[in-house]
């Protein structure tokens, strides 16, 4: 039997999410009206989105009452197939608040010139304007 385990993010933007999504390589499905998830022995949950993940296993990003996705998937037998919850929920978590930095950052009318991935994960941004 699956044990699925909800992981609270603060991701709300769905098109934000879809571009992070993309950018780390994730294949994925959407329907506003649910897609099955896949867990240990064939159980599975119902969420909006669908992430492909290893083997017969797959996580879902599901919206909750406050407005934000959640992640859900059968983690512990994730972490048997090399998949970390923690790992993999921060590196979405980076992804999608880049994107949105990204895309403010043009809205406001400013130019990333230079992006650098630092060792410890962090990224530094050089940004101009032109007035």
């Known amino acids: 039997m699956s044990h699925f385990t909800e992981v609270k993010t603060e ?18 499905q959407h329907s506003d009206q649910g897609l099955a998830v896949r867990g240990f022995y ?17 996580i879902g990003l599901k919206l909750n009452e406050d ?6 998937a059968d983690w ?3 972490a048997h197939l090399g ?8 590196q979405l978590k980076q992804k999608y608040a880049h994107v949105q930095l990204i895309d403010k950052l043009n809205d406001q009318g400013f130019q990333v010139e230079e ?3 630092s060792e410890d994960g962090s ?6 304007q032109w007035r």
Do not use: H, M, P, R
Not at 45 to 56: D, M, P, R, S, Y
Not at 67 to 72: K, R, S, V
Not at 83 to 90: L, S
Not at 123 to 128: E, K, W
């Open 42 to 58: 064939g159980d599975s949950i119902k969420a909006e989105f669908c992430l492909t993940a290893k083997g017969n296993y797959d």
């Open 76 to 78: 512990s037998s994730l």
């Open 83 to 90: 998949i970390d919850q923690e790992t993999y929920v921060n």
């Open 67 to 72: 407005g934000c996705y959640e992640l859900i």
């Open 123 to 128: 990224i530094q941004l050089t940004v101009s």
């Open 11 to 28: 991701i709300k933007d769905k098109e934000s999410l879809k571009k992070a999504l993309t950018k780390l390589g994730i294949e994925f």
């Open 115 to 117: 992006e650098t991935l």
